[in-house]
DNA sequence: GCCAACGTTGGC
DNA sequence: GCCAACGTTGGC
């Protein structure tokens, strides 16, 4: 899942009180998809960095709450507020996310130097979608590479 | 700020 | 249903 650090980091979900937070703004279709009909609660996510000086996989979190309809959808005041969606039919969901540790920082640079993950969704040209599915074993070679490795600086 | 690659909108 | 115009994403 991507979001912009100057709007919600991996330290702002660390830095919250019950280290959790609401996965708003969603505004895609594709990405209410995944969100609404393929992830449960427990399923792992990799937090990644996006429109950032260093792009990349910055934390996991876990998935917390079945999706329910997005808040900011009803808010006229909100960026994200849908003067088409209405609480009988809301058409933006979100879903809770709490922390389940930071990682080093996995450039998107990086990400792109491994062949293993050359089919890796988020790495295919032009994706723009804030939320695509990770193979399992894109996850496992990830999580391998995240542990072994040491952060630079 | 540029721009490629999408996604959405709306006239027809 | 087509498709041109427009808007957005996101790396650089």
């Known amino acids: 899942m991507k979001s912009e650090p100057s709007d919600v980091s991996i330290d702002d979900v660390a830095g919250a009180s019950l280290r959790q937070t609401c996965w708003y703004g969603v505004r895609n279709y594709q990405a209410r998809n995944f969100m609404r009909d393929v992830m449960r609660a427990g399923d792992l996510v990799f937090f990644y960095h996006s429109s950032c000086a260093e792009p990349g ?22 960026r994200y507020y849908d003067p088409k969606a ?4 809301p058409r933006w969901f979100s879903v809770d996310v709490k922390l389940v540790r930071k990682t080093r920082l996995m450039s ?12 890796m969704r988020l790495l295919a040209r032009g994706n723009r979608l804030s939320i695509s599915p990770v193979e399992p074993g894109e996850w496992r070679f990830i999580e391998k590479k995240l542990d072994s490795t040491m952060a630079a600086a």
């Open 57 to 78: 996989i910055a934390g996991i979190v876990e998935i917390i709450s079945a999706a329910y309809p997005d808040p900011t959808q009803f808010d006229p005041k909100s």
């Open 108 to 119: 998107l640079k990086e990400l792109r130097t491994y062949s293993e993950l050359s089919d």
């Open 86 to 89: 209405t609480v009988e039919n």
